[in-house]
């Protein structure tokens, strides 16, 4: 992008993960594209806010313990922490990501890692998730825009019927899954009914370059 400042660039096996940062005037924002595709900016973070607040049994409860499947720029990790989460181990692919993060390249990913309550793993999600025996509150996935717009193709596997119910079998009685899309997924929301007769989808109408458009979370609570 015209104008904006490069804070870090890293090559990985699945892309380029770059970090930049422009000036729209009000202030810095900070932006992240992801092998080559843009992933988040620090301008328009409504749903990311909105994932966390997903996370929680009902407004106002702090959501207890959670994995975050993607760290992005550190806004649902922040969300959930101000929230009052007992724990929340973010499971992130690129490890650049996540030494940019210890290093507080940016104020938000700052206070992300600087905080006691944070794990920040560097490993594949669905890998961590299948091999963890742990009980989570609730397990939020934001690894991609969705089934329907995938930046690296081998995740359509975190969609699957198989490794969502295993997201399921790792929750508490009343846990929560929650899935980011960058729009709403009819066959989404099909398969996560196959799994649970408690299965919502919640629109988050945003505005961006002119545009409005809804991005979409698929909440499942484990019956």
Same mark, same amino acid.
């Not at 929680?56 to 760290?71: E, F, K, N, Q, Y």
């Given at each position: 992008?015209?104008?904006?400042?490069?804070?870090?660039?890293?090559?990985?096996?699945?892309?380029?993960?770059?970090?930049?940062?422009? #000036?729209?005037?009000?202030?810095?924002?900070?932006?992240?594209?992801?092998?080559?595709?843009?992933?988040?900016?620090?301008?328009?973070?409504?749903?990311?806010?909105?994932?966390?607040?997903?996370?929680?049994?009902?407004?106002?409860?702090?959501?207890?313990?959670?994995?975050?499947? *993607?760290? *992005?720029?550190?806004?649902?990790?922040?969300?959930?922490?101000?929230?009052?989460?007992?724990? $929340?181990?973010? $499971?992130?692919?690129?490890?650049?990501?996540?030494?940019?993060?210890?290093?507080?390249?940016?104020?938000?990913?700052?206070?992300?890692?600087?905080?006691?309550?944070?794990?920040?793993?560097?490993?594949?999600?669905?890998?961590?998730?299948?091999? #963890?025996?742990?009980?989570?509150?609730?397990?939020?996935?934001?690894?991609?825009?969705?089934?329907?717009?995938?930046?690296?193709?081998?995740?359509?596997? $975190?969609?699957? $019927?198989?490794?969502?119910?295993?997201?399921?079998?790792?929750?508490?009685?009343?846990?929560?899954?929650?899935?980011?899309?960058?729009?709403?997924?009819?066959?989404?929301?099909?398969?996560?009914?196959?799994?649970?007769?408690?299965?919502?989808?919640?629109?988050?109408?945003?505005?961006?370059?002119?545009?409005?458009?809804?991005?979409?979370?698929?909440?499942?609570?484990?019956?």
């Amino acid at each position: 992008m015209s104008g904006a400042e490069l804070i870090a660039r890293a090559h990985t096996a699945f892309g380029d993960v770059v970090l930049r940062r422009r #000036d729209e005037g009000a202030g810095p924002v900070d932006e992240l594209v992801v092998n080559g595709v843009f992933a988040m900016d620090s301008a328009e973070v409504t749903s990311e806010l909105a994932l966390a607040d997903a996370a929680s049994a009902a407004p106002g409860v702090p959501p207890g313990r959670v994995l975050v499947g *993607g760290l *992005g720029l550190g806004y649902t990790a922040a969300r959930l922490l101000a929230n009052g989460a007992e724990l $929340v181990r973010v $499971v992130e692919l690129a490890q650049p990501l996540v030494e940019w993060a210890m290093a507080r390249l940016t104020p938000q990913l700052g206070s992300v890692a600087d905080d006691p309550r944070t794990e920040l793993i560097v490993a594949d999600v669905v890998t961590a998730i299948e091999g #963890d025996d742990d009980r989570w509150d609730a397990i939020l996935l934001d690894v991609d825009n969705g089934p329907s717009f995938l930046i690296h193709d081998e995740n359509a596997r $975190v969609y699957s $019927v198989g490794f969502l119910r295993t997201c399921l079998t790792r929750l508490v009685p009343g846990g929560r899954l929650v899935i980011w899309c960058e729009q709403a997924s009819p066959d989404l929301e099909i398969t996560l009914k196959r799994l649970s007769t408690r299965v919502e989808e919640i629109l988050i109408p945003v505005t961006r370059e002119g545009r409005s458009f809804d991005y979409a979370l698929y909440r499942v609570v484990r019956d």
